[in-house]
């Protein structure tokens, strides 16, 4: 092999390792919770056993705990006990996974606020906002996922959301854009980087 057949080689490996590392540490680390005594380890994939499949809805559901978690406890363990959920999403994956990672709303600690004029079948941008708290502490992160995530913008995604799963007034075509701008939605969840997936405030809950 000649050196630059060698060298674009070792490029290519480097790139393929940068993104499973990558891969590997965004996403498949699993959170860390307390549950009484016992440290659970949970996974996208343990999440997505119990919602039935691993949906774009619940990857933004994980990944919002996984970014509460990194800023409200950083290097502690958090207690299923000590989470405190507002969600503004309707969606039943989102649910799923901060149920299963947190027990809140078993405990009444999960509130459902949605949007003036949203359900499950209109939701909009304002849909994917998240306030998770820490009890004992009173603090608390509001976290919303930015526009530029949806595959060809929020809007033009929701209305063919809306015709394809609710409305069933679709053509063939619009089924498949729609399929294809759901499988790039959910690499980007899966693959992106925290910060350029949500925006975020942290603020002491009163």
Known sequence: ??????????????????????????????????????????????????????????????????????????????????????????????????????????????KLGLPEGTDIANISKDNWVFIIARKPTKERIKIWLKEEVFPGGPERYFDLRKKVKFEK????????RFESAKEKLKRRLLSWPIDKLFGFKKERWR
């Open 169 to 176: 007034t679709a053509t063939a075509e619009e089924k498949e």
């Open 1 to 110: 092999m000649g050196f630059s057949k060698m060298k674009i080689a070792v490029v290519v490996m480097t790139l393929i390792l940068g993104v499973t590392i990558a891969w590997g540490e965004d996403v498949l680390t699993p959170i860390s919770v307390y549950d009484g005594e016992n440290l659970l380890h949970i996974s996208i994939e343990d999440v997505g056993k119990y919602h039935g499949d691993i949906c774009p809805c619940l990857i933004v559901g994980f990944r919002a705990i996984q970014l509460a978690v990194s800023q409200l406890w950083e290097d502690e363990i958090p207690r299923r006990e000590d989470f405190k959920i507002i969600s503004a999403f309707p969606g039943q994956g989102s649910q799923d996974a901060f149920e299963f990672i947190t027990r809140a709303k078993t405990r009444g600690d999960f």
